[in-house]
């Protein structure tokens, strides 16, 4: 383990880098009244990165084995005033460019000022909301995003009700149903409505769908997230011919046409989904992509019904379900296959081994997201193999790569119909 002394000068090289960047585009010093360090070019993206996990790892020395684990323990606090402040909507009650009293903030959101000021005051300490002068609050750059950007309004509402308190009952999940295979039994079932899971549930509450939905669009601004990882991170160019066939297994409202169709010439894309989603997704195509973008309603369970496709891709499917439901998943592609045709996944990654850089943990973070909404889990490159082999082992995994500065994975799997004879 390097010094504190290593460490922190590790983390000065790299604030320099991004001080330098900062100032050299006029930019003001970076502050948490203001995104700074926004569109990075990939070095200072790596510089940034680095900066945090020295950071992150020189603070846990600081704090010493006893501070790690207590403040592992209290990180449910931090939950409780950001899901109260967006649930009661207090930054709407602050203006964006002046100040507001908590008696005003009280009279405005309906709260007592007493709980005003235990949630606000709780948030300044994460620097959401400041007060200056002491009794007048004032946005920070984090609590003016949550008055202004409605995405992430409905990404914590989402996060709190999908994920936070699903995560509370794993532990009771897995005394009762142990490692269990079963969506219908993940501790979300224990917190909304038993041997119910969650797709079927959020049908049932359209509402929270439509919060699902924009924290997927919301994560989907994210520059890791962004979809021109998979258009520049694979050789489209060797499939795009007239006649080429790309089914997206699962594709939602056709994010991933949208995104390669301007990318590329003569592919044509089927995206198959469950019936509400495919009308919307039709209803929400581009002009300019009719006739290349086809949807249609399929159940992923049941044997694919286009044939011989260059390409059976998938994003964020697998990873919502365990192992044997993705291999059910799977082997309903094989009648479809023919030699040569791929199987592409955009998922996440998990490495075989511990991720101790903070910015390598989020696949960890949702992976045990994944066993709170689903009983399903993220993967590492062996278990992806084991996944496909056992679907059936003419599946040929021949890559996984994770493109520079994407968060997910891109993991190319050829047929090969002789494998086995
Ligand atoms: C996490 S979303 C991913 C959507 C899309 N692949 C993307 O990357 O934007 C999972 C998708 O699987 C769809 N889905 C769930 N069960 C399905 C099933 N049995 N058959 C087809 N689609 C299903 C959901 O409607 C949802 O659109």
């Not at 948030?123 to 995003?145: D, K, Y």
């Not at 990654?349 to 992976?367: A, Q, S």
Request: hydrophobic share 40%; net charge negative; glycine share 6%.
């Amino acid at each position: 383990m390097a010094s504190l002394t290593a460490l922190a000068e590790d983390a000065l090289k790299q604030a320099k880098l991004l001080d330098a960047y900062v100032a050299a585009q006029g930019r003001p010093n970076t502050s948490f009244n203001g995104d700074t360090l926004t569109n990075l070019p990939p070095d200072l993206v790596e510089a940034r990165e680095a900066l945090v996990n020295s950071t992150q790892t020189l603070k846990r020395l600081a704090l010493g084995p006893v501070g790690v684990l207590t403040e592992i323990m209290w990180a449910f606090s931090d939950e409780i005033s950001l899901g109260a402040i967006n649930d009661f909507s207090l930054a709407d009650c602050v203006p964006l460019d002046g100040s507001a009293t908590l008696a005003q903030i009280a009279a405005k959101s309906g709260l007592s000022e007493r709980l005003v000021e235990r949630f606000m005051r709780h948030a300044m300490g994460n620097h959401i909301f400041t007060e200056n002068p002491p009794g007048q609050v004032r946005h920070t750059a984090s609590s003016r995003l949550l008055a202004t950007d409605p995405y992430l309004k409905d990404t914590i509402a989402m996060m709190v009700k999908e994920i936070w308190h699903p995560s509370t009952r794993v532990i009771d999940a897995v005394r009762q149903f142990h490692d269990s295979d079963e969506p219908t039994e993940a501790p979300f079932t224990l917190v909304n409505e038993p041997g119910v899971g969650m797709f079927e549930f959020l049908t049932k509450h359209p509402e929270r769908a439509r919060k699902f939905g924009g924290a997927m669009k919301w994560y989907g601004s994210f520059e890791s997230w962004d979809l021109k990882h998979l258009v520049n991170g694979y050789s489209w160019d060797l499939i795009d011919r007239p006649g080429a066939l790309f089914v997206d297994v699962g594709g939602g409202q056709g994010a991933v046409p949208k995104a390669l169709g301007p990318a590329t010439r003569d592919l044509k894309f089927v995206v198959q989904d469950m019936e509400s989603t495919v009308a919307d997704g039709e209803r929400l195509l581009p002009e300019e992509l009719k006739g290349r973008v086809e949807f249609m309603r399929h159940d992923f369970f049941t044997e694919q019904p286009v044939r011989g496709a260059d390409v059976y891709f998938l994003r964020w499917i697998l990873h919502d379900w365990s192992d044997k439901y993705a291999i059910r998943i799977l082997k309903a592609l094989v009648p479809a296959m023919r030699d040569g045709s791929k199987v592409v996944l955009f998922e996440w990654l998990l490495k075989d081994g511990p991720e101790t850089d903070w910015t390598e943990k989020y696949p960890r973070n949702v992976d045990l997201a994944m066993l709170a909404q689903f009983n399903s889990n993220e993967r590492t490159a062996t278990a992806f193999k084991n996944v496909f082999h056992q679907a059936d082992p003419r599946f040929q995994v021949v890559d996984i790569k994770k493109p520079r500065g994407s968060a997910m994975a891109i993991i190319e799997v050829v047929w090969r119909s002789g494998v086995g004879d």
